[in-house]
């Protein structure tokens, strides 16, 4: 039982079938709808459970995936709104994938299926299209601020005239790259998503192919704002190169992973998302669309919002 319907903007719950008949709000509303029909059909299509999980699902946590699956819940339209660039992006970007290159092909393994976004037969490069807030380009690029003395033209450190600190150097913040634990920790999942695509790419890529590289092609939500100037962040479509992580590895991860689910599905009940995979309480708290069932759900780990 996936997404059935849409928070309204008066927060009330209306049916997809229901919101795509006729806007209970339309009298209210200035153009008779909140959003364009187009739109809302385009946030209500989601892929639906059939017993195979995806690597994207298994990147979840258990508990999140779970109640996805086995529970009634709303959406808001206007949450979806980067959903929707990135899925225009992602079709966009498709039309131009041509020559020796493969382009939005699903794979399967006995874990789990997914779909990688661009293969370059030339480059043998792997890459994945993704848009993303300036906070996490910042993180995924390792950039970091740190004071350095301001000098004059001669290069020479120029002083405080007066104050407490006077004699002292003027110092100035710049931007610098090379925080590799930042760098790491936000490209965790994007790692290991696009190890598994690669796992599987090598499976049916033909002799004499292989990946020789990852990267993540990301277009910054909201590049030329002030906030990604203060963050340090130059480019609005950045080229991020991903590390891969071992196939053992990414294999015993997701199979662990897709047990979780099996075993949670055949019970009827799922443990507490770990902290990585909430964000540490950011994502309980305003992105995840099934928070408020998690919630109210009557067990000893009932809050995803528990530290």
Not at 121 to 130: A, P, R
Not at 273 to 284: L, Q
């Amino acid at each position: 039982m996936p997404a059935v319907g849409f928070i309204c903007p008066d927060s009330q719950k209306v049916k997809f079938e229901d919101c795509f008949k006729e806007c209970r709000l339309k009298e209210a509303l200035p153009c008779g709808r909140c959003k364009a029909l187009p739109y809302l059909r385009k946030c209500s299509q989601q892929r639906e459970w059939t017993g195979e999980p995806s690597t994207t699902q298994l990147l979840r946590g258990t508990r999140e995936s779970w109640l996805k699956i086995t529970r009634d819940y709303y959406i808001n339209p206007d949450d979806n709104a980067f959903m929707i660039l990135g899925t225009s992006s992602h079709g966009i970007l498709e039309k131009f994938g041509k020559g020796n290159h493969l382009t939005e092909e699903r794979l399967r393994n006995e874990i789990c299926s997914g779909a990688f976004d661009f293969y370059d037969g030339e480059t043998q490069t792997l890459y994945d299209y993704k848009t993303w807030g300036s906070y996490k380009v910042q993180q995924a690029l390792g950039i970091r601020s740190i004071e350095v003395p301001e000098t004059d033209e001669t290069g020479q450190p120029i002083l405080k005239k007066s104050g407490k600190n006077k004699g002292e150097p003027k110092m100035k913040k710049v931007w610098i790259n090379g925080d590799m634990a930042s760098r790491a920790a936000a490209l965790l999942e994007t790692s290991i998503q696009l190890s598994d695509y690669r796992d599987k790419l090598l499976e049916i890529l033909p002799e004499g192919y292989t990946v020789k590289s990852m990267a993540v092609q990301v277009i910054s939500r909201d590049s030329g704002l002030m906030v990604s100037a203060m963050r340090g962040i130059e480019e609005k479509a950045p080229l991020v190169p991903v590390r891969g992580i071992s196939k053992h590895l990414i294999r015993k991860y997701l199979a662990r992973k897709k047990g979780m689910l099996l075993e949670a599905l055949d019970k009827d009940d799922a443990p507490m998302c770990r902290k990585r995979e909430r964000w540490f309480g950011r994502k309980c708290a305003g992105y995840c669309e099934v928070s408020e069932l998690c919630s109210g759900l009557e067990s000893k780990e009932a809050s995803c919002t528990q530290s």
